[in-house]
């Protein structure tokens, strides 16, 4: 596997009292989550779900590629936090959509209702067959769960320090309701609806897989969901890259949302080339 350790502190130090406000500001953006292109909301069953279409004048022929965003938590996210690689996927003619199912944490359940938007886009909405992925965080393990068993429908993934471990995050006990099982009956089956132990399709398909990580992560640790993803799909032979970023952990630091390599990994992927 590649792993990049890059810089995070290449913008310069902030004296305390630019820190306070910066988190001020960057916490009153998030709460108004406004971005600048607008979002056409749908329902899909009981789940709201949304697309946030390219202007017309960057928009291409044929089918729409899009770029799949999870989780949306109630649809406050993708938010102004997001706003930068946004503007660049639009600029390329790509749109972005998610829906929200709760804390599903990749069950059956939420795995059925993904492929049911799935299934409008791509039927209904001319959008592209195969998606770029975008998770961030549990966001992983919505859009993992639904990727390892739709692998020949899916351009990449990309990931923001994504859980791709039930037994990490959020833990067998805690999870275990989305499944609708007991935590003994979730452990015992664990392999089978867990990520990390289901790479195979993905890796028979050539999936691209990019992540961005913090070394500093104490809620997604790398060495659990990332690093353990990154060692397993590498030995099936599947392409992944992990870029590890010194000293950071989960948290809201621009570099994630800002982050060239990352969005022109979404682009290329998404855009089939």
Not at 132 to 152: F, P
Request: charged fraction near 20%; proline fraction near 6%.
């Amino acid at each position: 596997m590649n792993y990049t350790a890059i810089d995070p502190f290449y913008r310069g130090r902030m004296s305390q009292f630019a820190l306070v406000v910066t988190v001020f500001f960057i916490s009153f953006a998030s709460c108004s989550r406004l971005l600048s292109a607008e979002r056409e909301r749908f329902q899909i069953g009981e789940c709201n779900a949304f697309v946030i279409m390219p202007p017309a004048s960057a928009r291409v022929k044929g089918p729409t590629p899009w770029v799949w965003y999870a989780p949306t938590l109630g649809n406050r996210h993708p938010s102004r936090d997001e706003q930068w690689m946004i503007d660049r996927l639009h600029a390329a003619g790509i749109a972005l959509a998610g829906i929200d199912v709760g804390e599903s944490y990749g069950s059956p359940k939420g795995v059925r209702v993904y492929q049911e938007f799935y299934r409008q886009l791509t039927g209904q909405r001319g959008f592209s067959a195969k998606p770029v992925l975008l998770a961030r965080s549990r966001g992983g393990l919505m859009l993992y769960s639904w990727a390892v068993s739709h692998a020949n429908c899916v351009g990449g993934i990309a990931g923001i320090y994504p859980v791709c471990n039930i037994a990490s995050y959020p833990g067998i006990e805690r999870a275990s309701p989305a499944f609708e099982l007991t935590a003994k009956e979730l452990k015992d089956s664990l392999t089978k609806y867990n990520p990390v132990d289901n790479l195979h399709a993905l890796a028979k398909a050539r999936v691209p897989v990019f992540h961005i990580q913090g070394d500093s992560d104490t809620v997604v640790p790398h060495e659990k969901n990332s690093g353990l993803l990154a060692s397993r799909y590498q030995a099936l032979g599947g392409p992944v890259k992990i870029e590890l970023i010194p000293g950071q952990g989960h948290n809201m630091w621009r570099g994630w949302f800002e982050s060239e390599t990352l969005t022109q990994f979404m682009i290329k992927h998404a855009l089939g080339k």
